[in-house]
Structures are given as C-alpha cells and as structure tokens.
C-alpha cells in the first residue's frame, strides 16, 4: 500500500486524509494517507522520517512551503516560480516539488464560483506559501489590479518584487478608501479565530470574499465580509479538491 501525507504544523485542521482517501476510493487505488505534525523547525526530518519509512509523497501545508521548496532537489516551473511547493513526490533519486494551490483557487473562483477575474480589482490578504502559490496563477486572469496586504510588510514587499510588475504591496492601513471585487484571505489568521485588520469598506458591493481556511464556519474575515456588502462568500474546501486535479508536472 503506498504511504502519503500531509504535513503541517498544526495539521489537525487539514481534510486533506479524508479527502484522498474518498479520491481513491473512487479510483480504486490502495493508499495510506495520514497527518504529520512537524516541529518548526523540524520539517526535513520528518519528511525524511517519512521518506525512509516507505512514503511516496506528501502535501505540504503551514508554515513549510518555502521550506519545501528549499527542500525539493527538483521543481515543476510554477513551484519555482512562487518559490513554494504544496506538493512533494518522493522518486528513488529526487524530491520532486509542485504548487497546486494556484490552479485550484482558480478553478473554485471561476467554474465553482462562477465569478470571472478579468478586469477586477483583486486583494490577496497574507504573503506566506499559500499567496506566494497563488500570485502567477491569479495574474494570469488578467485582474485589472492584485494588491498584496500583510501583517509583516517586508515580506509583502519581497512578494511583489518577485513577481514584478502587475503586483502592489500594502500594509493594512494603506488599503484604507480603496475596494476590491475580490478579495482572498490566505492568511492563516482563522485558524485562530482572528480577523486581519481590514479597514472598512474595502469588499466593493457584491464582492467575492474568498477564505483559503475551511471547515470553520463562518470565520472573523467571512463574516466582517457580510457585514461589509460582500455578495459571495466562499471558504477554501473547493480549492482544496480541485488541486487534485491539477496533475503533477513532470519537472519541465
Ligand atoms: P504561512 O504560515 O506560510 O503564512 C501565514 C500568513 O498569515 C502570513 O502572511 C502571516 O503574516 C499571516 N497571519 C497569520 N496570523 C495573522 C493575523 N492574526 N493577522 C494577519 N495576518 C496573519 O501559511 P500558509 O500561507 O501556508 O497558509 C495560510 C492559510 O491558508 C492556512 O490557514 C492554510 O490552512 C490555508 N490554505 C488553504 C488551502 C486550501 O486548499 N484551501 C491551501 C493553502 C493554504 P506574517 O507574515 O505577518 O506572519
């Protein structure tokens, strides 16, 4: 039986397991797919624990994704490109690293959500692994603005650097009088029942208030959304689901 996981620090939160074990039901597959507490600082030792124990692959999820990234001795060009890898596949000779959170955000926004992102006014809140993931795949919707907000603004700032043009940073208090058609909250902020400080009146009516945390409810950023005039508000269970479909790249 092949042995996967989820690694994470927590990870109790993740539905990862149950949602491959429900894929390979359905594919008639025979896997093992678990969850890895790692310590901090400990995530190359637990994956190589892993790895030497009959592990095939794993998911990757808070705080280690750039870790990941530096960990993967080969990369597909969009895990390269964010710098971050969700996804790990242990081959005899390399660990071979990808990102799917981009493509599954994406697919959940546009075919799920039915909510096109040409021409929008879109803020990403957070510049952790997940909004580095997200960065390229979002840009190439052709918004009409992405706009990176965090709470450390360096790292925002590292963030549009990398990607170059098309990409703004801004603290909290900057995004002051400004509106988004979409916003996407991928900090890990809900995990522990707190809300980013968003200043009012950023979601413009109707908007689409996108949480990556999901099986918590309605969480402090869906709910300020609400109250805010947002018109769609979505966790990230979709997104979850359809990295699955985002097949491995081969490396090129
Ligand atoms: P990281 O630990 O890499 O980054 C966390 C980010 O959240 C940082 O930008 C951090 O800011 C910010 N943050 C944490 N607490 C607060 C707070 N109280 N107020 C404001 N900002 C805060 O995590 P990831 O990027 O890997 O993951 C982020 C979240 O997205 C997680 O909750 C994860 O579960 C979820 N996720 C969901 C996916 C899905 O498929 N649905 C896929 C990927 C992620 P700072 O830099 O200042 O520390």
Redo the contacts with the bound molecule.
Sequence with gaps: MDRYAVI?NPVA??KSPEIHAEFARSTGEDIEYGRLLASLDGFAVAVERFRAGGGKGANV??????DAFRLATALSNRARGAQ?V?TLRFDRDRIFGDNT?GA??VRDIRHNRGVALAGKRVLL?????????VIAPLLAEHPASLVVA???PG??RALAVLFGRGVEANT?AELAGARFAVVV????????G????LPECVFAPGALAYE???GMGETPVLAFARTQGAGVLA??????IE?RRSPFSSGA
């Design positions: 994470g939160h993740s999820t808070l705080p280690f994704k750039e971050a969700n959170d599954g955000l809140l957070g510049a952790g692994g997940a909004a580095r993931g965090n709470r450390t790292t925002a909290y909250n991928a900090t890990s902020a809900s995990l522990a707190n809300l980013p400080p990556m945390v999901y966790d990230g269970l979709g997104m979850l990295r």
